[in-house]
């Protein structure tokens, strides 16, 4: 099977060799048991606190967390960041009030938290930051960036291909962006439409919109049916969040667009992020012109983030190094087809309650 | 103070001794220094538009903006000092004067206008929310400078900065309730309007003043959490309103005006601090804490509904026993 406008080869080949990485990545370094053969875990109380519990991502990341570390004899209590500073700072400090042996934190901002990091230094707990770098001032090690930045870069590069294929001149791009968020906009807004350019040149992107919108459901809706009756042209659309690209393909399919035509893209490229069960199905779905979806691996990311905080517990990693390690997430291709889609996902989210994998049955390869 | 608020602010009282005896009973990291210092330090913001709040509040008024106006001040503070490069005092003076205009615009709208406080307050969380957005461009406010977060992170005689300004403005405005015409006004109108206007009482200047003020007090609270966070961060103080109610209701204030007090407000805005850093202690769900928080403002409403009633019957029973008296 090969790509449809790259001409790559793809499909189950690289379906495969995408769940050999990620079980390779899951593979731990060597490290980190105590002299007697106990983990350096075992007996520990630890706290990790989301980004927020919004997504089913942080949630599964913080469950599967738990899962390893609580196997390894450890007990963790997982306090959700609430997609808020504030939140944050307190949970770390009420950790450390309550005498944790350690803290893991997805910082929602690096910044606010200093004081509260610091103050947990100062008092001997070890903390570690993951998803994003922590502000060089605090000196923490990170425990695992994610590689969104490259994921979504490589998608630029087959949007802009898509382009050149059909004879576009021009990217026409909406984006639905939450700019005080280092993650959606640096590292996948920003870095998708600067892959752009430098594909196709500053003159030949156009932002049509590039703004921030409140990632919630309706209004990603709305906003789109808007840009939409607004009458201006784009031909590439992308959404800092899952629930942002779900919403402004319901609008589009809902206005005739999004379609695909002789098995391109007929108006629009689409990309996602998070690979939520709505996108997926628009990623299955051979009607829909949504291209790429960019999984993050909460169950592979938490066993990351494990083993470099036990490197940490054990001394091997110093406790205030600017040590960074990769979170890998996956891209997938709407040529991957659903059993591979399904079967990576699956596994990384078994552990959310409620959580459906994709039913390959009700949906065409 | 009426017997039916001397009864709830003893239920209150009792109620705050039995949740932290029981958090101390269940973790010996509650009672500590380093804890307890979280708890103030976390409800200083709480409790410092409270006091404004709570007075508001009993004069029938309410303020729906004071989460939106924390951000709004945080970021013009840091905007200040950071991009403009002004002295601290200065930055720090501009974010609670733009907390204190929002609550002028909210006194015009609802006094002299009378348009209903829900309704303005609801116009000016949005306006005072897109104004921050838009003076950021929507992104943090960083670069605020070294001494910038001395306010929300630093300490005076071994005690947390937020502590001591919560301190002073809950003294502050406990004056004000106790010993001027401001508090006593303010109850004045807000248990009976009308009398209170028959009695020469300036009930709407009283009630504009309480605007202002409360606008002021949530500038303030932004400028010390914006020096907490070391940004001025845009996303900032999102349902803070409901914390401020819930305080204030929990505290004792009657949602129908004319009761209520600045210490039953730091009573309640405590209560919900321990109940929240304790749970956090004992390692309880966030969605459990959640459930939790609820269920005490439900009890705290429903007991100020109770205690009500039983008044009622009880002025109802006199009332009869008088009339049956006088007709025998």
């Known amino acids: ?284 779905d051979p009607e829909v012109s949504l291209m790429n979806t960019i999984a993050l691996t909460p169950k592979t990311n938490a066993e990351v983030f494990l083993a470099n905080f036990k490197q940490i517990l054990s001394g091997e990693i110093a406790p205030d190094a600017n040590h960074v390690a990769e979170a890998p997430g996956v891209l997938f291709r709407k040529a991957d087809g659903c059993e591979i889609v399904s079967t990576a996902l699956a596994d990384q989210y078994a552990i959310v309650p409620g959580y459906q994998a994709v039913d390959c049955s009700t949906i065409g390869s | 103070m009426t017997t039916t608020y001397r009864q709830k602010l003893i239920i209150n009282v009792i109620a705050l001794v039995a949740v932290a005896g029981v958090f101390a009973i269940l973790t010996p990291r509650f009672l500590t220094d380093v804890n307890l210092t979280n708890v103030l330090r976390n409800v200083a913001p709480v409790v410092i538009v409270g006091s404004a709040f709570t007075l508001l509040m009993v004069a ?79 992104v943090s406010v960083y670069g605020v400078g070294d001494d910038f977060d001395r306010l929300g992170n630093g300490s005076f005689l071994g005690i947390a900065n937020p502590i001591w300004v919560m301190l002073i403005v809950v003294v502050v405005f406990m004056a004000l309730e106790r010993f001027t015409l401001l508090g006593r006004y303010a109850v004045a109108t807000g248990s009976n309007p009308e009398a209170a206007f028959l009695s020469g009482v300036p009930g709407r200047r009283i009630q504009a003043t309480l605007y202002v003020l409360t606008g002021a007090m949530a500038g303030l609270a932004g400028v010390l959490l914006a020096s907490r966070l070391r940004s001025g961060q845009v996303n900032v103080g999102v349902g803070f309103e409901f914390d401020v109610i819930v305080a204030t209701i929990l505290g004792g204030t009657s949602l129908a005006g004319g009761e209520g007090t600045v210490s039953g407000m730091l009573i309640g805005a405590l209560i919900v601090g321990i109940l929240a850093n304790g749970l956090n202690l004992i390692g309880v769900p966030a969605f459990w804490q959640t459930v939790a928080q609820g269920v005490v403002l439900v009890l705290a409403v429903g007991l100020d509904v109770a205690l009500r009633a039983r008044l009622k019957r009880r002025r109802r029973a006199a009332a009869t026993g008088a009339g049956a008296q006088a007709a025998a």
């Open chain 2, 60 to 138: 029938r008024g309410l303020d729906l903006s004071v989460g939106s106006v924390i951000a709004l001040s945080g970021c013009i503070a840091a905007l200040a000092a950071g991009i403009e490069g002004l002295p601290l005092p200065i930055a720090f003076l501009m974010g609670i004067a733009a907390g204190a205009v929002i609550g002028l615009i909210n006194a015009v709208l609802t006094v002299p206008f009378g348009i209903n406080a829900v309704i303005a307050t609801l116009g000016t969380l949005y306006v005072a929310r897109g104004t921050a957005q838009l003076l950021t461009g929507g």
């Open chain 1, 1 to 284: 099977m090969r790509h449809p406008t790259s001409n790559r080869p793809v499909g189950r080949l690289r379906g495969v060799a995408v769940i050999a990485a990620i079980a390779a990545i899951g593979v731990m370094p060597a490290s980190t048991t105590a002299q007697d053969g106990d983990s350096v875990v075992a007996g520990k109380r630890l706290t990790f606190i989301t980004w927020g519990n919004a997504s089913e991502y942080q949630i599964a990341q913080g469950e599967w967390f738990k899962q390893f570390a609580e196997a390894e004899g450890a007990s963790v209590n997982v306090i959700d960041g609430k997609i808020d500073p504030l939140a944050q700072i307190k949970a770390i400090e009420d950790s450390v009030a309550a005498g944790v042996d350690g803290i893991v934190i997805q910082q929602i901002d690096p910044v606010p938290v200093v004081a509260a990091v610091n103050a947990a230094k100062e008092a001997g707990v070890p903390i570690m930051n993951v998803g994003g770098l922590a502000d060089p001032s605090a000196m923490i090690p990170v425990g695992g960036t994610f590689n969104d930045e490259q994921l979504v870069r490589e998608s630029a590069r087959d949007a802009a291909q898509w382009l050149r294929d059909t004879g576009r001149e021009k990217a026409e791009i909406v984006l639905f962006d939450v700019p005080q968020n280092i993650v959606c906009h640096d590292w996948r807004m920003a870095a998708f439409k600067d892959e752009l350019i430098k594909e196709l040149g500053a003159d030949n992107v156009v932002d049509v919109y590039n703004d921030l919108v409140d990632q919630s459901l309706d209004v990603v809706t709305t906003k789109m049916e808007d840009i939409i009756q607004s009458g201006r042209s784009f031909n590439i659309y992308s959404a800092c969040g899952g629930t942002g690209a779900v919403g402004g393909l319901d609008a589009l399919t809902s206005a005739g667009r999004a379609k695909m035509e002789n098995g391109i893209p007929a108006d629009t490229w689409v990309l996602s992020i998070d690979a939520t069960p709505g996108e997926l199905a628009y990623l299955l």
